[in-house]
DNA sequence: CAATAGAAAATTTTCGAAAGAAATCGAATC
DNA sequence: GATTCGATTTCTTTCGAAAATTTTCTATTG
């Protein structure tokens, strides 16, 4: 019954969070930027973005700010905003953070887990699995919303692997790092890369699930041999700007 | 000769960094917030920072929004902002997570530094030293500018250990994860605390410091130890809010 | 022809007022 | 006496215009 036309409140009651348009603009604004809609490298005009969200500066400016602490925009003094640029070295800096903050992330969690946390894990894995099937099946047809939705389980998964690290640091810096290095993993899930050998995740996924279970330590070295693995045909199948 | 009065620039020119008005509501605001000047918990009404600070909206929502990102705001949508609580969990968890960013970024700088790193790392202790010794004779006598002073040394200090670690991030969580920390740490400074053991700062510095230069894993060890032992000190000697 | 200064344009940044939402207070009701 | 509803007040949030700054363009000079 929310959003209605005409409606004048700064947003929709119905939906879960937003509250304000300073947050509409910083998840319209980072979906942006991670999908790559918004290039790598290119200024954000203030009097573009307000056209194109529909926004005024304020709001637009916050979100900006915002994203910039996130490393997903650049900005100096008196110049504007642009968007932050891509390059092997951020790429490899951003993986080899990530590992560093999961892995330990993970450790905690095969400390103390508890039947929820595994349940947790079985549960997330199912799912991806399902999902991963199904794209399996329509192959060359995966469309924006199927290519989304893998994301979400994928997130998910390696989410609750982590998830009874009992830190809201660790959580919060791999929450980040995730958002940070997909924008280098999108432009690759269109497909499979030629010239790359080819790479069953799912058994990635079902090695790191299984060591995680038996609160092996091998599940960190599986997970950060997962996550270079992915930045390696990353690096490869991508053409980086000039030498960088 | 810039800042004359009646100066309607947005900022002095000859000043190094500020730029923008949103740049300083930022840096005052952490100043205060770290200090302690403007309370944990107390909850960050803009108009009296309108007045406190003689800017206006833009530039402190700016500046709040950023700081939310670093864990000293705590805001909720439509209900304003206050200043991020302090309790054991959170001063555990950042002095954890410190560790494990610290220690990594000193492991890399062991492995890769080169001349000018261990230059700047005897420098920085040879400062720290000379301010350390100057306090000492002070004793009792310490006002806010030595404590400042004493405080950025220690900041070079550590800085210098991890400087070469090469990666940015790194870096940037380590200086964050310092701010954070500080807000525990400075009200801990005003003196030695009843009841603890005594402490020599110095020597424990001395002894991060000879085995970095040795390129030694005990580097490691002896500054996670550095790190917890102060934070046992906090922990015995503040009194915490409630139960928490 | 390159280089430079100066004016015009484009853009960011800031302000103060207006709009919107939450908290407060008080009267009427159960 | 406690409670709920509604009006009032306080506060946050947003807007659009004004101020400040950088960038671009052009004419001028060496």
Known sequence: MAGVAGD?????????????????????????IVSGVLGAGKPLRLEALKQRYGLSFSPLREALMRLQSERLVF??????????????????????T?????SEALRRSMRDG??????????????????????????????AVDMHAMDERHYQFHRALIAHCR???LLDLADQLYVETQRYRLPCLVGPVAGTPA????????????AALRRSEDAVRYLAEHYRRTAD?????TVWPSSA
């Open 75 to 96: 900005s100096t003094a008196l110049r504007g905003f642009s968007v932050a640029p891509l390059s092997r070295e951020e790429m490899k800096d951003a993986t080899e």
């Open 8 to 32: 004048r409140r700064i947003v929709s009651e119905g939906a879960g969070e937003p509250g304000t348009l300073s947050e509409v603009a910083y998840q319209r604004l980072r979906t942006d």
């Open 233 to 237: 045909i990353i690096e490869a199948s």
């Open 167 to 169: 830190s809201p640091r």
């Open 199 to 210: 790479r069953d995740v799912a058994a990635e996924h079902q090695q790191i699930m299984d």
């Open 98 to 102: 990530r590992i560093l903050i999961e």
């Open 114 to 143: 508890d039947d929820d946390w595994e349940a947790g894990i079985v549960a997330a894995f199912h799912a991806l699995s399902l999902q991963a099937e199904r794209q399996l099946r329509l192959s060359g047809e995966v469309d």
